[in-house]
């Protein structure tokens, strides 16, 4: 079926630098890329987005690019501080297999330790 | 502006006791979807519905039912609870087309024992 691979599982940078996650996705027709934050129980809850008829977006610190050609989205976050430490989702808006509707379809995290 | 909420927070159950989880969003929107969170699986899609009345399967769907006879309230129901569905389970909800963002519940940790 459709999927999202999101590497690495965790990922520890020391306070400062830079952290960078990279996801794939099978969808071609897949149009719709967020991504969130879910701190420890917590829910997640989105930090940034972004569309196909972009390349890359920024929030401060934060931005994601996109390559569709290559099928594949990726977050960085510059400067990290401690309070970036939390288990980080990539999303894609795709068809749901055998159900005819659509929705996110999840890759399975990555946990960032910021090291100070 | 309470956006989506879950009930209960925590439950322990018993090996083959059933449950609800009740989702409720105040957001009016069309989507709503259960997830079930294991650690390494990342959020896996249970069930989902993209309007009142109806219900589809997702990805991991054996083992439970849902129904949503209401558009703000989305149940999740264990008819014979096993260890194996011990988890963190997350609503969520989203408007209409799906390109928008998905808003969660505070979770529901459920233990079998």
């Known amino acids: 079926g459709e999927n999202v691979e999101q590497h690495p599982s965790t990922l520890s940078v020391q306070e400062g630098d830079s952290a960078v996650i990279k996801c794939t996705y099978s969808d071609s027709a897949s149009n719709y890329f967020p991504w969130y934050k879910q701190e420890l129980g917590k829910r997640p809850q989105l930090i940034i987005d972004?569309?196909?008829?972009?390349g890359e977006k920024k929030d401060q610190r934060i931005a994601v690019t996109l390559n569709k050609t290559a099928k594949h989205f990726s977050l960085h976050i510059t400067e990290t501080q401690p309070e970036d430490s939390a288990v980080y989702f990539c999303?894609?808006?795709?068809?749901?297999?055998?159900?005819?509707?659509?929705?996110?379809?999840f890759g399975k995290g990555t946990h960032l330790i910021i090291q100070p | 502006n309470a956006g989506v909420t879950q009930t209960p927070k925590f439950r322990v159950l018993k090996t083959g006791q059933s449950m609800t989880l009740l989702c409720a969003q105040d957001?009016?929107?069309?989507?709503m979807y259960w997830y079930r969170q294991d650690p390494g699986m990342g959020l896996r899609l249970i069930h989902y519905?993209?309007?009142?009345?109806?219900?589809a399967k997702g990805e991991v769907p054996d083992g439970y039912n849902v129904s949503r006879l209401k558009k703000q309230n989305f149940l999740l129901g264990l008819e014979s609870a096993a260890p194996s569905q011990t988890s963190v389970y997350f609503c969520?909800?989203?408007?209409?087309?799906?390109?928008?963002?998905?808003?969660f519940g505070q979770g529901t940790r459920l233990t079998v024992v």
């Open positions: 957001m009016n929107h069309e989507y």
């Open positions: 999303a894609a808006h795709m068809m749901y297999s055998g159900g005819g509707a659509d929705g996110l379809t």
């Open positions: 519905s993209v309007g009142e009345g109806t219900t």
């Open positions: 972004i569309r196909s008829n972009v």
């Open positions: 969520a909800s989203s408007r209409r087309q799906g390109y928008t963002e998905a808003f």
